[in-house]
Structure formats: structure tokens, C-alpha cells
């Protein structure tokens, strides 16, 4: 165990907030799963939008880890869902993706921002399969990437006819 997170489950947030003031890393917690050192860390004022160099965040990587419990206690204790990360995707592909979409939808994030390649949460959910998730809380099913690709042609390219079906009935651009 590091430092940080020692001091986090014995409750000694004056430590933490030493350990945190001197650049220790959050994400290492989040990375591993420890909801009760998030618990902790979110009590002593942890700064959730730090980004590593490659610009994940905690957020971010208990998505990417598949930390369900953990992307709930960022996001209730105040975590920026709306940064566009493409590791925040990366959890929708996993067979979770319709409990992120509900958190996104719940938590008022919009959910037609987009990854640095275009790609949206409903983008993502179409070209994996993610029937229940396509057109939830009003995504913008015409958005296209940067390559202008929309959710109804990834989804026509992975043979998702069921996706395909829900994204004409929403009169998706078939064009």
C-alpha cells in the first residue's frame, strides 16, 4: 500500500491532505478499486479533475478498470462527468455500458459530447451492440465523428441489425 492510501483508511485526512498537497496520486486508488480510500479521498477535498499525462482521471480509470461501485462514489462525490476522455468510452464497451449511460443521463451530463475523435457515448454504444443503450436520454443520433461517421453507419459496418432498426424508427439520416 502507498502512502496515500494508508493515511485514507486509517481516516487521517490532515495526512491526506499532506500526501495530496505534495502531488500524490489519486487515480492509483481509483486504478485498484478501493472505494472506501475514494470514500476518504473525496471527504478530504481530492481534486477529481486531475489528469494524468495522457489526460485520464479518476474517473476515467475506474471506468476503464470496470469499478461500477467506484464510477457511482465519483460521480455522486462531484467528479466532472463531462470531461471527453476516450477512456470514459472504453467503459462502454464493456457489458456495463447501460449503467454508465443512466449515470450520465441522471447526473444531467451531456451525453452528446464528444471524445478528440468525434465519438459519443450513443456513437460507441451503437458500434458495440448496446441495444438499451442506443437512444437513451436524448442523444443526437445524426452527430457524426470527425471522420463522419454516425451511430446508423457504425452499426450497419458491425451488422447491429437491431440497432440499425431502433436508429431508423428514431429517423436517423439514412443518407
Not at 499525462?53 to 464510477?71: C, D, G, K, P, Y
Not at 458500434?127 to 452527430?143: C, L, R
Request: charged share 10%; net charge positive; aromatic share 6%.
Amino acid at each position: 500500500m502507498l502512502p496515500l492510501h494508508v493515511a485514507a483508511k486509517c481516516g487521517h485526512r490532515d495526512i491526506v491532505s499532506i500526501l495530496l498537497e505534495a502531488g500524490a496520486d489519486i487515480n492509483l486508488a481509483v486504478k485498484n478499486g478501493r472505494n472506501d480510500i475514494v470514500l476518504t479521498l473525496i471527504a478530504a477535498g481530492a481534486n477529481w479533475g486531475q489528469t494524468t499525462e495522457f489526460a485520464w482521471t479518476a474517473l476515467s480509470f475506474a471506468a476503464l478498470n470496470n469499478h461500477i461501485h467506484t464510477v457511482s462514489t465519483l460521480i455522486t462525490g462531484g467528479a466532472n462527468i463531462n470531461l471527453a476522455t476516450d477512456a470514459l468510452y472504453c467503459y462502454l464497451r464493456k457489458c456495463r455500458a447501460k449503467f454508465y449511460l443512466t449515470a450520465l443521463i441522471a447526473t444531467g451530463a451531456n451525453i452528446n459530447q464528444a471524445a478528440s475523435n468525434g465519438r459519443t457515448p450513443l456513437f460507441v454504444a451503437a458500434q458495440y451492440g448496446h441495444k438499451e443503450t442506443v437512444i437513451a436520454g436524448g442523444a443526437n443520433i445524426g452527430q457524426a465523428t470527425n471522420f463522419g461517421w454516425t451511430p446508423l453507419v457504425i452499426a450497419a459496418q458491425n451488422g447491429h441489425n437491431n440497432i440499425v432498426s431502433a436508429l431508423m424508427a428514431a429517423e436517423a439520416n439514412t443518407i
